[in-house]
Nanobody, 130 residues
């Protein structure tokens, strides 16, 4: 069974940092891209960024560029989202996702679409207080 488990969320003051983890199981992790999304109530799920299976492509959406860093450790079947200089507008539930299709779902300079991804983690809440 394909599973993605996002964790590491919490309450942090503006300007602070958090690192989210996405632990994967049930599939060959290093064959597929991983994406991060976030969502606030009443709004559509918004892309944060993605990392290709071999780290050859790491893409960030404009609102997080320069503050967030995506990485993966294929030996641990885990992807990470390091979030620095957090702002109140970063408050959201954060999700990791995978398309489970080779060479798909993470391209250079290409904004993310949630429809590309078939498998999602359960989400972890990030709250940034100002």
């Amino acid at each position: 069974e394909v599973q993605l488990q996002a964790s590491g969320g919490g309450l942090v003051q503006a300007g602070g940092s958090l690192r989210l983890s996405c632990a994967a199981s049930g599939f060959t992790f290093d064959d597929y891209a991983i994406a991060w999304f976030r969502q606030v109530p009443g709004k559509e799920r918004e892309g944060v960024g993605c990392i290709s299976r071999s780290n050859s492509v790491i893409f960030y959406e404009d609102p997080v560029k320069g503050r967030f860093t995506i990485s993966r450790d294929n030996a641990k079947n885990t992807a990470y989202l390091q979030m620095n200089n957090l702002k109140s507008e970063d408050t959201a539930v954060y999700y990791c996702a995978t398309p489970l299709a080779s060479d798909y779902g993470c391209w250079r300079d290409t904004p993310l679409k949630y429809q590309w991804y078939n498998y999602w983690g359960q989400g972890t809440q990030v709250t940034v207080s100002s």
